[in-house]
């Protein structure tokens, strides 16, 4: 995704045209001009068709109708991403933008479905659209008058949406079919893990579809197919930790006020050492007469050679602090603190220092909401376990820890 132009709205949601499609779309109009006499004979032969080849390859024309096809294959798509887009709307779910772009179309949600039906039936919309297109040019095709032209660009365009359909139900995580597998595994597994499984098979696909696109030397089917490995790993990890911290509070997290080794602005820098000796903190917030005023750490406090000097010299004022709201996600935090190179994060609302929040402590907050996680679907498998079978065993491993630490780092 480059650059994108806004061009107008649907049912209220912002279509956009990215660049990249504004490049393809020529290109495509070429290629699907130029593959018409080769197209003809093969669409006559399976469907019984007497298309005449002569008059339609002639002159501009196989770019005509190369221009045609390839304007209505992107209208398909946007269609298709307009089913999703207005299924999710149903169930209340904001639709941020729907755009066109190299590979296809893209509707962003603003978040995504918590529940498995919602994903399934918001999946599912988008090639039930290209089902519905398929049929309906085949039932207009056996209506109108047998042009050529038109009886070439129905079949074409009922092919097109076949393809479609079937191809963004493969269960490749993203691609439609992934979600499908995710809300279905999601009936009786958390989220997280079913995120987790979904994106596996979806990058196994991913591998499976590259090859595929060397061998045939397909370019489309190899972007597609990096695309594809690309996003699921990126979203997978997004929903991981989204559906990990869900219903996790800022407060859950932090250190609170009462717990936090504070110091005054007039501490004298000799007893801050002393403190810092003892608690053995490298960073601590300073509070002037009860006020939140800043955060003093050790590097702050190394180069200082003056034996009067005091905390609030030479700490960080709380203006040039990053600071979080209490009533923040807990993933804004991790975004702030993976973004920016903070080791702490104070929560402060209007003015006071309700708490702190380290990466130690989203770290282990991570962890135990992931064991949490991994205890609730291990306790639902049982519960679904017949009588006699033993629970399946889902132990955590060493190399799944290893992975969860993984995903933080990339996080960071
Ligand atoms: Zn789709």
């Known amino acids: 995704m480059f650059r994108s132009y806004r061009v107008g709205t649907v049912f209220g949601i912002p279509f956009r045209l990215d660049i990249t499609f504004l490049f393809i779309l020529p290109v495509f109009a070429w290629v699907l001009g130029a593959q018409i006499s080769v197209l003809i004979p093969r669409l006559n032969e399976t469907f019984g068709t007497t298309i005449d080849p002569g008059p339609l390859t002639q002159g501009v024309r196989p770019l005509v109708i190369g221009a045609i096809a390839a304007v209505s294959l992107f209208a398909c798509v946007a269609l298709h991403e307009l089913g999703h887009s207005v299924v999710a709307r149903h169930y209340d779910y904001e639709v941020e933008s729907i755009t066109l772009w190299l590979l296809g179309g893209l509707a962003k949600p603003a978040e995504l479905p918590k529940n498995w039906l919602h994903e399934f039936w918001i999946a599912v919309a988008g090639p039930l659209v290209n089902v519905v297109i398929a049929t309906a040019c085949g039932l207009v095709l056996l209506v109108v008058p047998s042009v050529d032209v038109v009886v070439f660009l ?16 493969l269960p490749a995580f993203p691609l439609d079919g992934g979600r499908v ?3 279905l595994l999601a009936r009786n597994r958390s989220y997280v893990d079913a995120t987790r499984t979904a994106a596996t098979v979806g990058k196994g696909f991913a591998i499976l579809l590259g090859l595929g696109g060397l061998l045939m030397g397909n370019f489309f089917l190899l972007a597609i197919a990096l695309f594809v490995y690309i996003a699921a790993t990126s979203e997978s990890r997004q929903m991981m930790l989204d559906a990990a911290f869900e219903g996790v509070e800022i407060e859950d997290v932090m250190t609170p006020a009462d717990e936090l080794v504070t110091v005054e602005a007039d501490t004298p820098i000799s007893d801050l050492l002393d403190v ?27 180069s ?36 920016t190179d903070i080791g702490r994060l104070p929560v402060v609302d209007s003015g006071e220092l309700l708490g702190i929040i380290t990466r130690t402590d989203l770290m282990r907050a991570f962890k135990i909401v992931t064991a949490r996680d991994q205890f609730e679907g291990e306790r639902l498998n049982e519960e679904q376990t017949p009588p006699g079978q033993p629970p399946r065993d889902r132990q955590r491993t060493p190399s799944d820890e290893r992975q969860s630490e993984w995903e933080f780092q990339q996080n960071r």
Request: charged content about 20%; overall charge negative.
């Open 276 to 302: 810092m000796l003892e608690e053995r903190h490298s960073g601590y917030p300073v509070l002037d007469t009860g006020d939140f005023v800043g955060i003093v750490t050790l590097e702050d406090i190394q």
């Open 181 to 183: 597998l995710r809300a």
């Open 154 to 169: 129905l079949l074409f365009l009922g092919l097109l949406n076949v393809s479609l359909a079937v191809f963004n139900m």
């Open 304 to 339: 200082v050679d003056r034996k009067d000097a005091v905390a609030a010299e030479q700490m960080t004022p709380v203006e040039q602090l990053a600071t979080i709201d209490p009533s923040a996600e807990v993933m804004a935090a991790f975004r702030m603190v993976g973004e």
